[in-house]
């Protein structure tokens, strides 16, 4: 694809300077146009997929091509311009290997009307790479854009969020489910702990992102982890999802998610 979807430049600096960054994607009218008409009607086969491996051999037509009433030009189009995107990433990143998840709804939820606040966890966890700032891209074709703290909150908001964490795990403690991870993060995503966060930063600026947006956010550290959730979600969305590493990284963090 000769055309540069984004701008790398963007990428490279917000990745050097450990920023979370909202970066312009340049999509031709045409592009526009058929990420508008694309229709997610009649979902086969799943409402998700990830490609582990060499950027040059992801393809997410077949994918695409479950979606929807959707004809073979437009399902191979769409490919093309995801696939534009991966690349773009994947050279900003420096970078020939990647996982890419795609995410794809298509009935209303009432799920995310009370945000989920979080921050991601380091994708790569070998003794090398957990040494590194970590960080992975995203965008939004169709839909309700994530949800973003910006810019990133306080040293003072930070720290009562990890209160305010620290006091959930202690409580889950005390209930004698030793630290089950599965157990813990469920109450974590419940309402009632949705709300005392949303509490804390009541305060603070919020950002969606558009449709013509991408997002460069780090994870893993939080003193500079993006705070961010899925937005309400009542219309058909389409969410990628980009992370670039080196083969064994990727391949380690395949094994890993295999397992659950």
């Not at 298509?106 to 790569?124: C, G, M, V």
């Not at 947006?213 to 961010?228: C, K, P, Q, S, Y």
Request: overall charge positive.
């Amino acid at each position: 694809m000769p055309r540069e979807m984004l701008e790398k430049s963007l990428i490279k600096t917000a990745i050097q300077e450990h920023q979370n960054k909202v970066i312009p994607m340049n999509y031709t009218l045409a592009d526009k146009n058929l990420i508008k008409r694309f229709r997610l009607d009649s979902i086969k086969g799943g409402s998700d997929t990830s490609f582990y491996g060499h950027i040059q051999d992801f393809n997410p037509e077949t994918f695409l091509a479950g979606l929807g009433t959707n004809s073979a030009a437009d399902v191979s189009r769409l490919a093309r311009v995801i696939q534009g995107i991966a690349r773009n990433v994947c050279d900003a990143y420096s970078r020939k290997h990647v996982r890419v998840s795609i995410r794809v709804r298509n009935k209303p939820t009432d799920e995310y009307d009370i945000a989920r606040w979080h921050q991601d966890s380091n994708f790569f966890i070998n003794p090398k790479s957990i040494k590194r700032q970590q960080s992975n891209f995203i965008t939004i074709l169709k839909g309700a854009g994530t949800l973003m703290i910006d810019p990133h909150p306080s040293r003072e908001v930070l720290d009562k969020i990890k209160q305010h964490k620290r006091k959930l795990y202690l409580e889950f403690k005390e209930e004698g489910d030793r630290g089950e991870f599965k157990n813990y993060f469920a109450k974590q995503n419940s309402k009632e702990f949705r709300k005392e966060y949303d509490k804390l930063l009541v305060g603070e600026t919020k950002k969606q992102l558009a449709n013509d947006e991408g997002l460069v956010f780090m994870v893993g550290n939080d003193n500079t982890a993006l705070i961010h959730s899925e937005p309400p979600m009542h219309e058909d969305r389409i969410f990628i999802k980009i992370l670039p590493g080196y083969a064994y990284e990727i391949q380690e963090l395949q094994e890993r998610f295999n397992r659950f």
